[in-house]
Each structure stands twice: as structure tokens, then as C-alpha cells.
């Protein structure tokens, strides 16, 4: 590889700058929301620092990952850390048993939304203990899925939530699903990807899938 020019050093230089105002500024805006999301905030918010901290002899491709990842970290922390929570209410029906018992639904609620995230904080520190790689994490988690959407599948009545949604999703076709399952599956896949990916992309697929039959 042959040395750079003194242009090419002066626009890496600037590149390495523009990242780094670039990360003060998504570490600001993180900032405001991070009360938000307990004791993972410092731990998210040090991310952004650490990947504007490029690599020695970094790449443009390497630049653009950073920018993408510090983003997505930036957004995480600005966005309501809400979604375990509203499972939960999902899958107790509270707004409905509220009408009928406001004080006792509200505790009984906050002591399940506390278990749970206690039973949560567990599983990711039991994935973050492991020396397997992201794909093999990703593997025993779906298989845990799995696990409980076999008993969920078995539920009755079944409650609609996302959380069991994507559960019922990992399961094979012998598994009965409610008759909410298809809407609340679309409008989660939906939601997560975006208007286009979900129109122009996932939507084609579904359709034109070859089953081998």
C-alpha cells in the first residue's frame, strides 16, 4: 500500500473530525433520554464514544459503519423504553381490569413489569457470560422462543402482545395460532422495518415464497 499524500491525510483528518462532532452531538441528544432507560444508559451512551474512536488504518466502509452505529445507538436511547412494559400490560389486560380494581391492578402490575425485568436482565447477562458468537446467541435465544411459544400456542384465551406474537412466530405450522395472530404479526414486521422495505421488499417475497409443494 503505498503512503498517503498530504491531501489524503488532511481528508481523513477532516472525515475523523466530522465523526467525532457527529457523536458529540448524538451524545447530547441521547443524553436527554437516557434517564429513560435505567442502568443501561452509561453503558449505551459510552458506545457512542467508543465507536467514534475509528481504527488504526480505517476504512470509508469503516466510517460508515461508526456513523450507522452511533445513529442507531442514539435513536435507541431517545426513543421511550417501553416496549417490556407494554407487553406486559398487554398480556394482563390491564386497562381492562383497571376499570374494575385501579388500586390492586396497579400494584400487582408493577410488581410483574419488576419480575419481569428482573427475569430479562438475567437472560442478557446469561448471553453476555457466553463465549459463542452473536449467530449462536441469536440461536439459543430463538430456541427459548420457542419453548414458551409451544405453551402459549396452547393458551386459552390468548392474550394479544407483541412479545407473544413473535413467540407464536417461531413455531411450526402443526402450532394453531389465534385469529389475531396474522394482523399482529403484519403490523409488528411492519412497524420495524418501515414503509418501504415492508411494501417493496418483505411483502414480494411472502407471495412469491416456493413451499417445494
Given at each position: 500500500?503505498?503512503?498517503?499524500?498530504?491531501?489524503?491525510?488532511?481528508?481523513?483528518?477532516?472525515?475523523?473530525?466530522?465523526?467525532?462532532?457527529?457523536?458529540?452531538?448524538?451524545?447530547?441528544?441521547?443524553?436527554?433520554?437516557?434517564?429513560?432507560?435505567?442502568?443501561?444508559?452509561?453503558?449505551?451512551?459510552?458506545?457512542?464514544?467508543?465507536?467514534?474512536?475509528?481504527?488504526?488504518?480505517?476504512?470509508?466502509?469503516?466510517?460508515?459503519?461508526?456513523?450507522?452505529?452511533?445513529?442507531?445507538?442514539?435513536?435507541?436511547?431517545?426513543?421511550?423504553?417501553?416496549?417490556?412494559?407494554?407487553?406486559?400490560?398487554?398480556?394482563?389486560?390491564?386497562?381492562?381490569?383497571?376499570?374494575k380494581a385501579p388500586a390492586k391492578v396497579r400494584v400487582d402490575t408493577k410488581k410483574v413489569i419488576q419480575?419481569?425485568?428482573?427475569?430479562?436482565?438475567?437472560?442478557?447477562?446469561?448471553?453476555?457470560?457466553?463465549?459463542?458468537?452473536?449467530?449462536?446467541?441469536?440461536?439459543a435465544l430463538v430456541e427459548a422462543l420457542r419453548h414458551v411459544g409451544r405453551s402459549l400456542a396452547n393458551?386459552r384465551p390468548l392474550r394479544r402482545s407483541d412479545a407473544s406474537t413473535v413467540c407464536l412466530a417461531t413455531?411450526?405450522?402443526?402450532?394453531?395460532?389465534?385469529?389475531?395472530?396474522?394482523?399482529?404479526?403484519?403490523?409488528?414486521?411492519?412497524?420495524?422495518?418501515?414503509?418501504?422495505?415492508?411494501?417493496?421488499?418483505?411483502?414480494?417475497?411472502?407471495?412469491?415464497?416456493?413451499?417445494?409443494?
Open positions: 500500500m503505498s503512503p498517503l499524500s498530504n491531501a489524503e491525510k488532511q481528508a481523513r483528518h477532516r472525515k475523523k473530525e466530522e465523526l467525532q462532532r457527529f457523536a458529540e452531538q448524538c451524545f447530547r441528544d441521547a443524553q436527554m433520554g437516557a434517564i429513560r432507560h435505567g442502568a443501561k444508559a452509561p453503558a449505551m451512551l459510552a458506545q457512542i464514544k467508543q465507536m467514534a474512536d475509528l481504527p488504526s488504518g480505517w476504512s470509508d466502509n469503516d466510517l460508515a459503519q461508526a456513523v450507522e452505529r452511533i445513529q442507531q445507538i442514539r435513536m435507541d436511547l431517545i426513543n421511550p423504553d417501553n416496549d417490556l412494559d407494554n407487553d406486559v400490560h398487554d398480556a394482563l389486560d390491564s386497562f381492562n381490569e383497571w376499570k419480575e419481569t425485568r428482573n427475569l430479562a436482565s438475567h437472560l442478557i447477562s446469561a448471553v453476555e457470560l457466553t463465549n459463542l458468537g452473536n449467530g449462536e446467541r441469536a440461536a393458551e413455531l411450526p405450522p402443526q402450532y394453531r395460532r389465534p385469529d389475531w395472530f396474522a394482523d399482529s404479526f403484519a403490523k409488528y414486521i411492519a412497524f420495524r422495518l418501515g414503509t418501504e422495505e415492508a411494501k417493496d421488499d418483505l411483502g414480494q417475497k411472502i407471495i412469491d415464497y416456493d413451499f417445494g409443494i
